[in-house]
């Protein structure tokens, strides 16, 4: 598994609540399509998660 940039991922935007940036993750996840097999983040788009599985 290739997570590629992991700090624009979700699963690294999200793992420290102390730094999360709401817009940004909000904005990624008002339409979930995608869960991270690995996190359980849900998100709009397959490339802001790191292992991402369609939500049926």
Do not use: W
């Amino acid at each position: 598994m290739d997570c590629g940039s992991h700090e624009e991922k979700m699963c690294a935007m999200t793992c420290c609540p102390c730094n999360i940036d709401l817009e940004k993750v909000t904005s990624r996840a008002n339409n979930p399509q995608y869960i991270c097999k690995t996190c359980g983040r849900v998100t709009n788009s397959a490339e802001h998660v790191c292992d991402p599985e369609p939500i049926n």
